[in-house]
């Protein structure tokens, strides 16, 4: 049989920087190989002789709301997918909060039969926390759900203790959006606009809080979206492993209104100093992911009043960019990128085949080229949400290419070459 794709070129994993030929056949790595041995296959990536190009493990983007149900103006599982593919991700964690909302096991298996007849990468869910204590193992012990999200509002659920009982039986994680419930309700009675008021103490209680349920039942437990370095030093107080988002390290209120309805996001950005001192966590490598918490809207949503205006960023296709770019100027090393944005988080979910290049491993690369410019604007946006924070930003990197299960998806100058229908990986896993 002919592999789907070989690559030559330098590679970067756990061991370090080297040149290979990578030979991938039926979705997995067959073989890795001397640069020079003379292989063939259906599609062959020879980047030998180029220096700035270097693959990487499939990077894994932790967190992505792909819409589609009722919201599917917003975005779908396919242009949602597909604007990851672009952006050089080749596995999304998709979030619960759609419309409807997955909370039951019937909403599941909805979800499931969309992201496998459209999912361009491969992909997992986290489920809302269950109405039904019925729906509770059936859904945890799928296996497409890595994981349980856990929003404030569902803090002191009746069904709570019961999933993460359950939860803590089994290798899957709780992760957390880290705002305190109690503490939002004090400002929907004093203040119009009380998102941009939901300041760093909503988050570290938060946190705290859920250091209470997750010692009593033994759960992993990540929180995600990280916005300031109080709530990260707390997290890492309990033995949590945390995400951030580029928005968080690039935006402050001082630099950027805060009434713009494109910075607008839950939690907010936070101020100068706050950033900075995230940022300077962030490069110092004391925290474990980068994640995009990519959240699209229309764009007569986002140009909406900042009252009523939804929050969220479109940043699925800016994350690989934005790493490679401090790599690129010096400011984080290779080895940080490839940890924060494959090595840890396939950790962090407990896969196994993902996050290493080895025979047997999962066929997706992320290959990027560094000391190119990638400028975001709306001709570069593959996102329905045709709009960015980050508009006429310019990255010093650039996605060459990403390659998944095999399949050249997505390859610069060129395009998207063929339709890919991604897996799930907890199905690949075994």
């Not at 969309?114 to 729906?135: A, C, G, M, R």
């Not at 997290?235 to 494109?262: M, Q, S, V």
């Amino acid at each position: 049989m002919i592999p789907q794709i070989i690559y030559r070129g330098l590679i970067y994993d756990l061991h370090g920087l080297r040149k290979a030929t990578l030979v991938i056949e039926n979705g997995f790595i067959k073989e890795i190989l001397d640069p020079w041995e003379n292989v063939s296959g259906e599609i062959v990536l020879d980047y030998r002789r180029d220096k700035e190009v270097i693959a990487f493990p499939g990077f894994i983007d932790m967190h992505v709301h792909l819409r589609d149900f009722k919201q599917s103006y917003k975005e779908t599982i396919e242009t949602g997918t597909k604007a990851a593919l672009h952006g050089g991700i080749t596995v999304v964690g998709e979030m619960p909060n759609t419309l409807p909302r997955i909370d039951n096991f019937s909403i599941l298996e909805k979800r499931m039969k969309i992201l496998e007849n459209n999912s361009y990468t491969d992909y997992y869910v986290y489920i809302d926390v269950p109405e039904n204590k019925s729906d509770v193992e059936q859904m945890i012990r799928n296996s497409v759900v890595m994981g349980v999200k856990l929003y404030p509002e569902k803090i002191g659920y009746p069904t709570l203790d019961y999933m993460l009982e359950k939860l803590g039986r089994i290798n899957k994680i709780l992760i957390v959006h880290p705002e305190e419930q109690y503490m939002i309700d004090k400002y929907k009675t004093s203040l119009d606009e009380y998102y941009w008021f939901r300041d760093v103490r909503v988050e570290i209680e938060s946190i705290r809080h859920v250091s209470i349920l997750s010692n009593k039942f033994n759960v992993k437990t990540h929180i995600t979206h990280i916005t300031n370095y109080l709530s990260l030093l707390e997290a890492k107080r309990f033995g949590y492993t945390a995400d951030t988002c580029p928005h968080y390290l690039l935006f402050d209120y001082e630099r950027f209104n805060a009434k713009n309805c494109y910075v607008k996001v839950l939690p907010p950005i936070r101020d100068h100093q706050n950033r900075i001192l995230l940022y300077d966590l962030f490069v110092s490598g004391h925290i474990d992911a980068l994640a995009s918490d990519h959240a699209p809207h229309s764009v007569v949503e986002k140009m909406c009043c900042p009252k009523t205006c939804p929050p969220g960023i479109n940043g699925v296709e800016v994350i690989s960019v934005f790493a490679g770019d401090l790599v690129s100027k010096g400011i984080i090393s290779l080895d940080q990128m490839y940890r924060l944005l494959s090595y840890n988080p396939s950790r962090i979910l407990g896969l196994r085949k993902y996050g290493i290049l080895c025979r047997g491993c999962r066929g997706n690369l992320s290959i990027i080229r560094f000391n190119c410019k990638t400028r975001i604007e709306p001709g570069y946006i593959v996102s329905k949400a045709k709009y960015s924070v980050y508009d006429s930003w310019e990255f010093h990197s650039c996605v060459e290419a990403t390659v998944i299960g095999g399949k050249l998806g997505f390859q610069r100058g060129k395009g998207f070459s063929q339709k890919i229908h991604g897996r799930a990986v907890g199905v690949l896993e075994g």
